[in-house]
């Protein structure tokens, strides 16, 4: 499995009155360490129906295996926009505000910004301070991800087929200029 392939699945796990949640993690092999920080999935029920995600410095591919979430909008907070499949967050300079009005059950990879422009092939630029979905990006391949996704029997089969479908990516990858390549090292 994942364990022996890539090193430890870490798992974290917490219970209290009204909420229970299971954080698992694995960072990618070494020869993916320039482009993928990890693999994650979360899976639970949080007391708070709202939560505020600082900005990381990575762009996050996410996808969504159980009800849907949504992405509050800073401006007007009665105004939220639902994501029931798969997205994208690119690299932000504010906060995001998340809404799981249900149970919360995603899975995703943490993409470095390099990564992230060799395995999506956009302009970081083009996803910068913004949610997109990610079929917008990746067409019919996002759906059929999605589903294989939720059709796995572990968190450790879904970080193989995340690994995979990455891989598969990267060995025809949109190489950035050399220059940033070298400012990026």
């Given at each position: 499995?994942?364990?022996?392939?890539?090193?430890?699945?870490?798992?974290?796990?917490?219970?209290?009155?009204?909420?229970?949640?299971?954080?698992?993690?694995?960072?990618?092999?070494?020869?993916?360490?320039?482009?993928?920080?990890?693999?994650?999935?979360?899976?639970?029920?949080?007391?708070?129906?709202?939560?505020?995600?600082?900005?990381?410095?990575?762009?996050?591919?996410?996808?969504?295996?159980?009800?849907?979430?949504?992405?509050?909008?800073?401006?007007?907070?009665?105004?939220?926009?639902?994501?029931?499949?798969?997205?994208?967050?690119?690299?932000?300079?504010?906060?995001?505000?998340?809404?799981?009005?249900?149970?919360?059950?995603?899975?995703?990879?943490?993409?470095?910004?390099?990564?992230a422009y060799r395995i999506l092939g956009l302009p970081m630029r083009e996803v910068a301070n913004?949610?997109?979905?990610f079929d917008a990006v990746m067409g019919p391949a996002a759906a059929l991800m999605l589903e294989?996704?939720?059709?796995?029997?572990?968190?450790?089969?879904?970080?193989?087929?995340?690994?995979?479908?990455?891989?598969?990516?990267?060995?025809?990858?949109?190489?950035?200029?050399?220059?940033?390549?070298?400012?990026?090292?």
């Amino acid at each position: 499995g994942f364990d022996t392939l890539y090193g430890r699945v870490r798992v974290m796990q917490h219970e209290a009155p009204g909420e229970h949640w299971t954080y698992r993690f694995v960072e990618p092999p070494p020869e993916l360490a320039r482009d993928i920080y990890m693999y994650w999935e979360v899976n639970g029920v949080l007391a708070h129906v709202r939560e505020k995600v600082m900005p990381t410095g990575d762009v996050v591919v996410i996808f969504n295996l159980g009800p849907a979430q949504a992405l509050v909008d800073r401006h007007d907070e009665t105004r939220e926009t639902v994501f029931r499949s798969s997205f994208i967050s690119g690299l932000q300079e504010q906060f995001l505000i998340t809404a799981s009005h249900e149970a919360s059950w995603m899975c995703g990879v943490r993409l470095t910004p390099l990564g992230a422009y060799r395995i999506l092939g956009l302009p970081m630029r083009e996803v910068a301070n913004t949610v997109i979905d990610f079929d917008a990006v990746m067409g019919p391949a996002a759906a059929l991800m999605l589903e294989r996704l939720r059709n796995a029997g572990s968190p450790a089969a879904r970080f193989m087929l995340l690994d995979r479908f990455l891989s598969e990516r990267l060995r025809q990858p949109h190489e950035p200029a050399n220059e940033v390549v070298w400012a990026w090292d």
